[in-house]
């Protein structure tokens, strides 16, 4: 299943937004999963996921920043069963 949830050109502003929004969403998303875990490997995974969101949506910001204009953006979500 696929379902598309952004395409379309968007301001600068717009384009930090949408990422900085989704990007909150998966850290709560491990947060969480962090607060129901006794494993400290997952945790750790987990907190490091976390640290590699921030670092990305830190670079895309700058990245954004410097560009003047619309951006393209596209997102799915996808789903595979087995």
């Not at 750790?44 to 921030?54: H, P, S």
């Not at 920043?65 to 619309?70: A, D, V």
Request: charge should be neutral; proline fraction near 0%; charged fraction near 30%.
């Amino acid at each position: 299943m696929n379902i598309r949830l952004i395409k379309g050109s968007h301001t600068t502003a717009e384009a930090i937004d949408l990422a900085t929004q989704f990007i909150q969403v998966k850290i709560k998303f491990n947060e969480n999963k962090i607060d129901q875990s006794a494993n400290e490997e997952d945790i750790k995974m987990r907190e490091n996921r976390i640290k590699q969101l921030l670092d990305q949506l830190h670079e895309l910001k700058k990245t954004l920043k410097s560009h003047n204009g619309l951006c393209s953006i596209e997102a799915d979500f996808l789903v595979h069963t087995n």
